[in-house]
């Protein structure tokens, strides 16, 4: 069983940058990948990026490429996700997941997830 906390969400000026955290229970969390989704109301839920387990590949969606990065630290059972050169259109809750084998962009091979942390970015 893992337990995830976001933080670090907040209201940034188009340009600016924000980290969010991902705080992980558990002893194994290297054992985890992780990934990073949003979610805006009244559209679904998108994958964002994702970092693996003991390798580190990390892959980031399209749309967030070359400004968000993902990057975890096993010693903290913590998972980041810098967001630089933010827009409006990255305005949503960013939500934390965690599954347990493998790892894919698919939200639904995710088994934990954290409450989320709002991110507005206003032009």
């Known amino acids: 069983q893992v337990q995830l906390v976001e933080s670090g969400g907040g209201l940034v000026q188009a340009g600016g940058s924000l980290r969010l955290s991902c705080a992980a229970s558990?002893?194994?969390?290297?054992?985890?990948?992780m990934g990073w989704f949003r979610q805006v109301p009244g559209k679904e839920r998108e994958f964002v990026g994702l970092?693996?387990?003991?390798?580190?590949?990390?892959m980031h969606a399209d749309s967030v490429k070359g400004r968000f990065t993902i990057s975890r630290d096993n010693a903290k059972n913590t998972v980041y996700l810098q967001m630089n050169s933010l827009k409006p259109e990255d305005t949503g809750v960013y939500y934390c997941a965690a599954r347990s084998s493998g790892w894919d962009t698919i939200m639904a091979h995710y088994n934990y997830w954290g409450q989320g942390t709002q991110v507005t970015v206003s032009s």
């Open positions: 558990g002893r194994t969390f290297s054992s985890y990948a």
């Open positions: 970092i693996s387990q003991s390798t580190g590949i990390t």
